[in-house]
């Protein structure tokens, strides 16, 4: 009876293939810088050494020669700089472009949108996001990128997906700008409570990781006011009980006062904008703890170049009526002490330039440390996520080097020199 045993020789080979795998694997990485904020203590940490092993951070040491590296480390030195923990950005659209406003998106295939996802994964990456959420995203361009990512085959951050955003029909989730004859809907819309949990369901089942939902309508639909509610408190509960079922958060695009409060009461972790909220909504954020993702910044970017790309004149008047309404309310909403966490809203303005958000934050009152952290630390927190937001022992090797004190100057964050993600170097410096 003939057996197909492995010769000897091959079995060898197999395993000498293997153990150099491991040690591959295996393989320590030491990073070395002149600072290192600590987000949580917020206080820089001198001289560091991070030991990192298999993509996550081993030890933290401020002693130079402390750490217990194994023969053969791979050493990232970064004099003169400082390190920050990765940056993470909770409201991003990576198959969105700005430059392509109203309806000059209809000149191109459904798939142009895949492609485009790609290089602005790689633009947010190297502007030092080591972590996003996409609320929001056509033909699950976000999963499937996601996993792209994961798998080595394209550069970019890690991806939390939402995959489609929904609401009920006609409402800023929809698709609103076609005549009945076209027949135009989106294929999550939710009208009932019922409708809403099967939507999270199948969201789930194809991947999503959060759930996006639109409590009120917005800005860039046609339509629809930022102010009105659109979907009611009985079926934000019923996307919040699902999901929490499933054990997935909830994020609500909401701008109107009323939405905003009924997705709070409803349990949503996540008020994605937030521009028109209110005295009650602010008193009812501290009460449950929810989170604010107030996209500060693209107002200006929209104001400059939105004719010029396309957007309808409706769209900009809502724009320009939202913008400095929302940007008052951050400052009150962080004044009486609410929960803020770093959402841009990217791909209404042009991916890469995330972090030019920080500085508008500190204008609206924020220390530069404040801003940093709702990037950072209370990113992490607002996912309940404990491998991100932080350079500490257990987490990703996620973060950036800066030359200089991003503290006193935040802007620095806007270009960082160099980004490291799960202890690779992935933009700037080489390992020495």
Same mark, same amino acid.
């Given at each position: 009876?003939?057996?197909?045993?492995?010769?000897?020789?091959?079995?060898?080979?197999?395993?000498?293939?293997?153990?150099?795998?491991?040690?591959?694997?295996?393989?320590?990485?030491?990073?070395?810088?002149?600072?290192?904020?600590?987000?949580?203590?917020?206080?820089?940490?001198?001289?560091?050494?991070?030991?990192?092993?298999?993509?996550?951070?081993?030890?933290?040491?401020?002693?130079?020669?402390?750490?217990?590296?194994?023969?053969?480390?791979?050493?990232?030195?970064?004099?003169?700089?400082?390190?920050?923990?990765?940056?993470?950005?909770?409201?991003?659209?990576?198959?969105?472009?700005?430059?392509?406003?109203?309806?000059?998106?209809?000149?191109?295939?459904?798939?142009?949108?895949?492609?485009?996802?790609?290089?602005?994964?790689?633009?947010?990456?190297?502007?030092?996001?080591?972590?996003?959420?996409?609320?929001?995203?056509?033909?699950?361009?976000?999963?499937?990128?996601?996993?792209?990512?994961?798998?080595?085959?394209?550069?970019?951050?890690?991806?939390?997906?939402?995959?489609?955003?929904?609401?009920?029909?006609?409402?800023?989730?929809?698709?609103?700008?076609?005549?009945?004859?076209?027949?135009?809907?989106?294929?999550?819309?939710?009208?009932?409570?019922?409708?809403?949990?099967?939507?999270?369901?199948?969201?789930?089942?194809?991947?999503?990781?959060?759930?996006?939902?639109?409590?009120?309508?917005?800005?860039?639909?046609?339509?629809?006011?930022?102010?009105?509610?659109?979907?009611?408190?009985?079926?934000?509960?019923?996307?919040?009980?699902?999901?929490?079922?499933?054990?997935?958060?909830?994020?609500?695009?909401?701008?109107?006062?009323?939405?905003?409060?009924?997705?709070?009461?409803?349990?949503?972790?996540?008020?994605?904008?937030?521009?028109?909220?209110?005295?009650?909504?602010? +008193?009812?954020?501290? $009460?449950? /703890?929810?989170?604010?993702?107030?996209? !500060?910044?693209?107002?200006?970017?929209? =104001? &400059? *170049?939105?004719?010029?790309?396309?957007?309808?004149?409706?769209?900009?008047?809502?724009?320009?009526?939202?913008?400095?309404?929302?940007?008052?309310?951050?400052?009150?909403?962080?004044?009486?002490?609410?929960?803020?966490?770093?959402?841009?809203?990217?791909?209404?303005?042009?991916?890469?330039?995330?972090?030019?958000?920080? +500085?508008?934050?500190? $204008?609206? /009152?924020?220390?530069?440390?404040?801003? !940093?952290?709702?990037?950072?630390?209370? =990113? &992490? *927190?607002?996912?309940?996520?404990?491998?991100?937001?932080?350079?500490?022992?257990?987490?990703?090797?996620?973060?950036?080097?800066?030359?200089?004190?991003?503290?006193?100057?935040?802007?620095?964050?806007?270009?960082?020199?160099?980004?490291?993600?799960?202890?690779?170097?992935?933009?700037?410096?080489?390992?020495?």
């Amino acid at each position: 009876m003939n057996r197909l045993y492995p010769s000897t020789a091959a079995l060898c080979l197999a395993l000498a293939g293997l153990s150099a795998t491991w040690a591959a694997q295996a393989a320590d990485v030491l990073i070395t810088a002149d600072r290192l904020l600590d987000v949580r203590a917020g206080r820089m940490i001198p001289n560091p050494e991070i030991l990192v092993r298999d993509g996550r951070v081993v030890s933290v040491n401020s002693k130079a020669g402390a750490a217990q590296a194994a023969e053969g480390v791979t050493r990232i030195a970064l004099p003169g700089m400082t390190l920050v923990p990765g940056l993470i950005d909770m409201h991003v659209h990576l198959d969105s472009d700005p430059t392509y406003g109203g309806y000059k998106y209809l000149e191109y295939n459904d798939r142009f949108w895949s492609a485009l996802s790609v290089v602005h994964a790689g633009r947010t990456l190297d502007a030092g996001f080591t972590t996003v959420r996409n609320l929001g995203a056509e033909d699950w361009n976000d999963v499937g990128l996601g996993q792209a990512i994961e798998a080595g085959k394209v550069r970019g951050p890690r991806i939390i997906p939402a995959g489609w955003s929904f609401g009920p029909t006609g409402s800023h989730c929809d698709s609103t700008y076609f005549p009945p004859s076209m027949d135009q809907k989106k294929p999550y819309n939710a009208d009932n409570p019922d409708e809403v949990r099967k939507s999270v369901r199948s969201l789930r089942k194809y991947g999503a990781q959060v759930i996006k939902v639109c409590a009120t309508g917005g800005v860039f639909s046609r339509n629809t006011e930022p102010g009105q509610q659109q979907m009611s408190l009985a079926e934000l509960r019923a996307a919040v009980e699902e999901a929490q079922q499933w054990g997935l958060r909830v994020a609500a695009h909401a701008h109107g006062a009323a939405g905003i409060k009924d997705a709070i009461r409803a349990g949503v972790n996540t008020i994605e904008h937030a521009s028109l909220i209110d005295d009650e909504g602010i +008193a009812l954020a501290k $009460k449950h /703890g929810a989170w604010l993702s107030m996209d !500060i910044y693209n107002g200006d970017y929209t =104001a &400059a *170049e939105g004719k010029k790309n396309g957007v309808l004149e409706d769209n900009l008047r809502k724009d320009r009526e939202v913008t400095e309404i929302q940007r008052q309310n951050f400052k009150r909403a962080h004044a009486a002490g609410v929960k803020m966490v770093f959402g841009t809203d990217a791909g209404v303005h042009p991916h890469g330039g995330n972090g030019k958000q920080f +500085a508008v934050m500190v $204008k609206y /009152g924020m220390t530069p440390l404040q801003a !940093i952290q709702s990037a950072t630390i209370n =990113a &992490a *927190e607002a996912l309940a996520r404990k491998d991100l937001g932080v350079i500490e022992a257990g987490r990703y090797a996620d973060m950036v080097a800066v030359a200089g004190d991003p503290t006193a100057d935040v802007r620095l964050l806007e270009a960082p020199a160099v980004v490291i993600k799960g202890g690779e170097v992935v933009k700037g410096g080489a390992p020495r």
